[in-house]
């Protein structure tokens, strides 16, 4: 479906075509199974008369706000007549736009290392692995929002800027873990009769200690902790940082894999697997453009 047939569209109509869209696994991971964002991004798309498909392409959904890319910002502005001229290195950047209607003036914005290293941004994340690329794609962000902010839609700001707005991960802090005297030894006998004593205790009826649910937890399988060093290897996460977004999935502290059960163990997989998938740093949460080449005539 194109723009104009999705605008000319009825409502039900435009609604089943969210709920095709949203049954796809081609689509990203933040839209599958959701037909209400799909359609809401869809809508946003009508509005900076762009494709559905690219849309949900390009509408990045960060914990419910939603952000544009910095390179189709830049595409947009210069589908509406402005120019765009973008230059730097790995140390500093500037984008400058000539607006259409006003050719005589023109709004500038540099992004430097002092000014990533005051936001507290520089050697993080993905900018310390492109900061290059970084730093043009703030120039051009903050330059579009202020030199033709009309273009945008409403939406404002990238999905590293959404980002940043976010409360802190919660950070986790080394306990020095008491020593432990190692169990008295027993035999065989004596270590059965103590296991049904206690399974005696826990099915007691009428016994007044509360124990919820069974005080036997599963914890993570072996097949998971596979998984988990993969995944942690592929976020290039290290081990501080790794435990930090453990707990700050599992809403708990961890302090060691070992902690985690079964189920915290697949969340914290699900959570991993849609990082990788969706480009984002699980430190920081900043995205990456998967196409960091810079299109032909980038500073014409």
């Not at 970084?134 to 999905?159: D, H, K, N, Q």
């Not at 004593?197 to 914890?219: H, M, N, R, T, Y």
């Not at 990456?288 to 810079?294: K, Q, R, T």
Request: contains cysteine; proline residues 6%; negative net charge.
């Amino acid at each position: 479906m194109t723009v104009a047939t999705i605008e000319a569209a009825p409502l039900p109509e435009r609604m089943e075509y969210a709920k095709a869209l949203a049954g796809s696994s081609l689509i990203p991971r933040a839209f599958q199974q959701r037909p209400a964002d799909v359609l809401v991004a869809i809508e946003y798309g009508n509005a900076l008369g762009i494709a559905p498909i690219v849309a949900l392409s390009e509408i990045n959904v960060i914990n419910g706000s939603p952000s544009l890319s910095a390179s189709l910002m830049a595409a947009l502005a210069r589908q509406a007549g402005h120019k765009v001229r973008v230059t730097g290195d790995d140390r500093s950047a500037t984008c400058t736009i000539v607006r259409a209607d006003d050719p005589d003036f023109s709004h500038t914005a540099t992004w430097d290392e002092a000014k990533a290293k005051s936001a507290g941004l520089w050697n993080k994340g993905h900018w310390a692995k492109d900061a290059g690329t970084m730093l043009r794609w703030r120039a051009i962000s903050e330059c579009v929002r202020f030199a033709c902010s009309e273009v945008l839609g409403g939406i404002r700001y990238t999905p590293e800027e959404v980002h940043e707005m976010q409360p802190e991960r919660v950070t986790v802090q080394q306990v020095p873990v008491a020593k432990v005297e190692p169990p008295k030894a027993q035999s065989l006998t004596e270590a059965v009769a103590q296991h049904q004593e206690q399974e005696a205790v826990w099915e007691k009826p009428g016994d007044p200690i509360d124990f919820g649910e069974s005080p036997v937890v599963e914890l993570r399988t072996p097949a998971q902790s596979t998984k988990l060093a993969v995944l942690i290897r592929e976020n290039n996460l290290q081990r501080d940082e790794a435990l930090a977004y453990f707990t700050s999935v599992v809403g708990r502290e961890i302090s060691t894999t070992k902690e985690l059960t079964k189920a915290e163990a697949s969340k914290v997989i699900d959570a991993l697997q849609s990082a990788r998938d969706d480009g984002a740093d699980p430190v920081t949460g900043e995205v990456v453009d998967a196409e960091l080449i810079e299109p032909e005539g980038w500073d014409k």
